[in-house]
């Protein structure tokens, strides 16, 4: 008998899933997204694997500085003749974990502060929401380079900052979601079973709210890559040597008349991967709506 | 009914909510018991105040702006206003259900109906997940739900399905005490009687006190033992079912009957009552029914008229009995 409620239920999980996914995978620019996605993903694990930090990445090899690409350098050399095919697939791993971390960190706090002000309303509601809109008040960019700069440029710092900046993104949406959801005759009727208020926030209220989080998440992971891109390009992200897409942009600016390919590169590896979470995230919000079933 | 065990007591209950300009005075020195087994109908037009007594007895008036200014309200032994928000938790769902107006809404869209109704026997017994989970499955059945459905969404049901499924939630942990709120409104006909039908049943098996609030008297007739009528948050009349049908004594009762439909006299037309029921802001100093009232007089303008008994059972507000011998028409015609 247990083994049977086990199966029905691992169906019903595969079933919800499953019908998401297959409604996403009819929008071809959502697959393109995810194939995009996908592959930075497998380069940034592999990477490490295929090659050496220290002598491929990051080692100078004056004699072959500023080369064209080539079969021997796909994309050319920087001007410490470093690869930048291998600086770009190395700061795969940056850029996505900056963007992933970062994001991660703004949705569990925003979420929990939004779900919070959203249910209670009131004085809490008002807190929360007033603070909200002071930190959106001051630039993403700039709140960022504030909490850089008062912590130290590293990489964990980074994503911090870029976390808390986009904040108030994720209070807003989601208190806007719980606002409609909380009237709705379900939470009272949980509240009628004796559930406890932060039970019902968290486990009847928010799985309500999530496909407007969910998108939210893949649009702001897509900016995320760009503010820790522009923390870099002004020198106030990841330090070097790291190969950071962002930095790469910065440190080539100043041979961009003569070979323009050392920011090229990075540049578009940097808006392929936003295209690719924003066409995701385009195609999730539809996935996800029941109103535009068939 | 002093005799038998008294499940719900309510006594002298005021429930307002206070709003930045002005009151709604929704509730007003309520008093009402049901006994166990027992069912007792609920009604009044919208607006009454029904719903407001309703969640007062689970304490889940909106609080802003709803404010319980007085009375007490026991469900058993315990005085449910004095209790903490932890002890509430305890009882609601446990001790005292509620039974929702809508099924459509009141189930939660991204939950299968079994985890729904595991959920109520998991907060309040202690067993084991899968423990949790069969019984819900059990439960499923009793209403009439093949078992296999649990692992299905609220929106593979139909609306009769879903009401099926609010009423084992409200069931899943044998409560003392059930609030169905309008239990059948949403529903069609057919589907009202096989809920209904459902309700009686379950009732009996398991001898569950309940308040059932609607403003179809049919449905009054079919499954309630005594009926409360109220009109701007009193009761005006409440007595067991056979004396508020068949020897009403206040007005108002007389012209919620009145209004009905009788298919005896078909070309008839139909009774209604003129007017609409007072701004619950500003409820007159008197009987708050006399300003549609046909057997008005001076002294209904002036205070509220008090409690009259009846018969032990049977009491009604109505100052009109002051006068000896007074008897409304509908009694006369009966």
């Known amino acids: ?294 | 009914m002093n005799d038998q065990e008294v499940v719900l007591d309510i006594r002298n209950l005021t429930v307002h909510y206070v709003l930045e300009n002005e009151t709604v005075e929704a509730v007003n020195d309520l008093s009402l018991q049901v006994a166990k087994g027992k069912t007792l109908g609920l009604v009044g037009e919208t607006g009454a105040g029904k719903t407001t007594t309703a969640l007062a007895i689970l304490k889940l008036v909106p609080d802003p702006p709803g404010v319980i200014k007085g009375g007490s309200i026991k469900v058993g032994d315990k005085d449910i206003l004095g209790l903490t928000k932890q002890q509430m938790e305890k009882i609601r769902g446990k001790d005292v259900s509620m039974i929702f107006q809508d099924p459509m809404t009141s189930l939660n869209p991204v939950f299968t109906v079994g985890e729904q109704i595991a959920e109520s026997v998991l907060l309040h017994e202690h067993v084991s997940k899968t423990e949790a989970y069969e019984k819900a499955r059990e439960l499923l059945e009793m209403v009439g739900i093949p078992k296999f459905r649990a692992s299905e969404y609220p929106h593979q049901f139909s609306g009769g399905m879903k009401q099926r499924v609010v009423i084992a939630i409200a069931l899943a942990c044998n409560p003392k005490f059930l609030i169905a709120d309008e239990p059948t409104t949403a529903l069609d006909v057919t589907i009202q009687a096989q809920v209904l039908e459902l309700m009686k049943q379950l009732k009996e098996k398991y001898g569950t006190a309940m308040i059932l609030i609607t403003h179809d008297l049919g449905i009054v007739a079919e499954i309630c033992d005594d009926v409360a009528v109220m009109y701007a948050g009193r009761i005006v009349e409440k007595g067991t079912l056979e004396e508020v049908f068949n020897r009403t004594c206040h007005p108002y009762t007389e012209g919620l009957f009145n209004s009905l439909p009788n298919i005896h006299r078909r070309h008839e037309d139909l009774v209604p009552i003129p007017g609409l029921m007072p701004d619950p802001t500003a409820l007159p100093k008197g009987c708050s029914f006399a300003p549609r009232c046909s057997y008005v007089s001076a002294a209904c303008l002036e205070s509220q008229p008090d409690p009259r008994e009846v018969s032990p059972t049977h009491t009604v507000r109505c100052k009109a009995y002051d006068t000896p011998g007074f008897r409304i028409m509908r009694g006369q015609h009966g």
């Not at chain 1, 590293?154 to 986009?166: K, P």
């Not at chain 1, 390009?233 to 323009?260: C, D, K, Q």
């Open chain 1, 1 to 294: 008998m247990k083994q049977k409620i086990l199966a029905s239920r691992r169906y019903r999980k595969r079933s919800r899933f499953a019908e998401v996914w297959h409604r996403l995978i009819k929008n071809k620019g959502a697959v393109a997204g995810l194939f995009i996605i996908a592959m930075l993903a497998l380069v940034a694990i592999s990477v490490k694997y295929i090659l050496d930090y220290d002598t491929q990445v990051i080692a100078q090899h004056i004699s072959e500085r500023l080369q064209k690409p080539s079969i021997h350098h796909l994309m050319g050399t920087d001007n410490f003749g470093r690869d930048i095919f291998f600086r770009l697939l190395y700061g795969a791993r940056f850029s996505l974990s900056v963007g992933i971390v970062a994001v991660g960190i703004a949705l569990t706090i925003g979420t929990t502060l939004g779900a919070l002000a959203g249910y209670y309303g009131g004085a809490t509601g008002e807190i929360i929401m007033r603070a909200t809109d002071i930190f959106a008040a001051v630039p993403n960019l700039l709140m960022a380079i504030v909490i850089v700069t008062a912590l130290g440029a590293n990489t964990i710092n980074l994503m911090i900052a870029v976390g808390v900046a986009s904040v108030p993104q994720f209070v807003r949406v989601t208190r806007a979601a719980v606002l409609t959801v909380r009237t709705q005759e379900y939470v009272e009727a949980a509240r009628a079973i004796g559930r406890n208020e932060l039970a019902i926030i968290f486990f009847h209220i928010l799985p309500n709210c999530l496909s407007p989080i969910i998108v939210m998440v893949t649009l702001r992971i897509a900016s995320a890559i760009i503010a820790a891109s522009s923390l870099s390009f002004l020198g106030i992200g990841v330090p070097p040597p790291t190969p950071e897409w962002g930095s790469m942009l910065s440190e080539g600016r100043r041979f961009l008349r003569g070979y323009s390919y050392i920011t090229m590169f990075p540049g578009l590896a940097i808006m392929i991967t936003v295209l690719a979470f924003n066409m995701v995230g385009d195609g999730l919000r539809d996935a996800l709506d029941p109103k535009l079933k068939k």
